[in-house]
């Protein structure tokens, strides 16, 4: 049995506060950061994000290979040697690609199959920088052998686990891989469970810390260590991969029109909403658009808002639901007050704004995926570092959720012009063509910008080597304490 005590030097146990436990086991299924953190200590990727920002192969021995160009073109890459699983099977082509034709992130994208001993994409359309979906968490490889999922990552799970058993966990631990390349420093992490309270606030993972038994933790900063009197720990703030919005869902009759879901972001401050979950410096936070600072600047200035056409506006609703994050999100630290914030500002129009806070990740996936809600207040945490891929999870027609499947066009927005200038930014991210999007989202209002999010953490003084990529990856293995 280890140690409460964080991470001593006989145990070399490193201790990590989340605020939630895992949504899935596959990778491949993932949907939230949480989640990612976790298995991303399991399962890697063809690729990864370098400190500098290039992308440099992980699994895949070298950049992909244009085997064919054109409207459908064809990559393809040799798997590197000397990797397996933690069950000491061999990484090939022929596991990676059959781990790879499950990923989400590449259905209806890209065929995926071996040829010649080389992992092969056949691309439904062009895809230029196809290398950053490879370094997705959710195109993490996969071997699925006997019911169990193993990865090639520096760890694996301490015993046999199941989806319902982590549910009800105070902790998860992992151990060390033995078959891995590279050892990794600490014998066992221990993600330590501490959910939030009612309005979000980590009481437990607070009081955790101050108890010693959390190393590092990417859910407080620098702020909470002064409000709460806690000591011995260094905070890290870092622009974030993310960006807070409502969306409105265009699916449902009150939104099928676009002058009112313009008066409604119209009716919105989003400065309060900022002030509220940066306490400092709140301003240089206000979102201007749904890219992340850390991924392109914003262009042009903000326009003028007319906060009194919803008043006016012929259509306006007496009531709305609207459904919030289950926990702090890396765009969102304060859903709640966020969310009691919004139910403020709508209040002197007449409006009734009726809460929705599920209680876990899967509950807020099923919603979401079913459409079952009118204005979403959430945001979303950038894949890859390709503004294009930002754009077209939430924009794309083929990202609108059907049939209960969880997709991340979250204003189930259909629009083929839409659709022409995103294809159009894909092949060429010019200024001239991201304008083209951004002034689709000015005149048809189907999501509202809020805040940018922040990449923050605390480490103990005796953590070293702690990293945050520019992706928003965090790998364990490397830490020294």
């Not at 085997?67 to 798997?79: F, H, K, M, T």
């Not at 499950?102 to 439904?124: E, I, N, P, W, Y």
């Not at 390349?181 to 014998?187: D, E, G, Q, T, V």
Request: charged share 20%; aromatic share 8%.
């Amino acid at each position: 049995m280890t140690n409460p005590a964080a991470g001593n030097a006989t145990d070399k146990t490193l201790r990590i506060g989340v605020l939630a436990g895992v949504g899935t086991l596959d990778p491949r299924e993932m949907g939230d950061t949480i989640t990612g953190l976790i298995l991303g200590q399991i399962f890697e990727m063809p690729y990864r994000v370098a400190p500098s920002g290039a992308i440099e192969p992980h699994l895949f021995a070298a950049a992909l290979r244009e085997e064919r160009s054109g409207a459908q073109p064809i990559y393809s890459a040799a798997v590197r040697e000397g990797v397996f699983f933690s069950d000491g099977t061999p990484l090939t082509a022929e596991i990676a690609a059959a781990s790879l034709a499950k990923a989400g992130a590449l259905r209806g994208r890209a065929t995926v199959s071996v040829r010649d001993g080389r992992v092969q994409f056949v691309m439904s359309g062009p895809s230029p920088r196809f290398e950053n979906v490879l370094t997705q968490w959710n195109c993490g490889i996969v071997l699925e052998k006997g019911g169990t999922l193993y990865g090639t990552g520096p760890y694996r799970f301490a015993s046999a686990v199941s989806l319902p058993m982590l549910r009800d966990a105070h902790e998860i631990r992992l151990v060390r891989n033995a078959h891995h390349r590279a050892p990794a420093i600490a014998n066992e992490l221990v993600f330590g469970i501490y959910p939030p309270d009612a309005d979000g606030t980590p009481t437990r993972l607070i009081e955790a810390v101050k108890r010693g038994q959390v190393d590092v933790t990417l859910h407080l900063a620098a702020h909470d260590l002064i409000r709460h009197g806690i000591t011995g720990f260094q905070p890290m703030m870092q622009p974030g991969n993310s960006t807070g919005f409502l969306f409105l869902n265009c699916e449902r009759p009150i939104f099928r029109d676009a002058s009112l879901r313009r008066a409604l972001r119209d009716a919105i401050d989003p400065v309060p909403i900022a002030e509220i979950n940066y306490e400092k410096n709140h301003f240089a936070f206000l979102a201007h658009d749904i890219i992340p600072l850390l991924m392109a600047k914003p262009t042009g200035t903000a326009p003028s808002r007319d906060r009194e056409l919803l008043r006016k506006h012929p259509a306006k609703p007496a009531r709305i639901q609207v459904v919030m994050p289950w926990a702090p999100r890396p765009y969102l630290p304060k859903p709640l007050a966020s969310a009691q914030e919004l139910v403020r500002q709508l209040a002197p129009y007449g409006i009734d704004v009726q809460l929705r806070q599920p209680r876990v990740p899967e509950e807020t996936f099923r919603i979401l995926a079913n459409g079952d809600f009118d204005i979403g207040l959430g945001g979303w945490v950038a894949d890859n570092p390709d503004p294009a891929e930002f754009y077209e999870g939430l924009l794309s027609s083929a990202q609108v959720s059907r049939n209960g499947q969880y997709l991340s066009n979250l204003a189930r927005w259909s629009d083929a012009a839409t659709d022409t200038a995103l294809a159009a930014f894909r092949v060429d991210p010019s200024p001239t063509n991201r304008k083209a999007i951004t002034d689709i989202i000015e005149s048809q209002a189907m999501m509202v910008p809020l805040i940018y999010g922040a990449s923050t953490a605390i480490r103990a003084r005796k953590v070293k080597d702690f990293h945050i990529s520019p992706s928003g990856h965090v790998t364990f293995a490397s830490v020294a304490f």
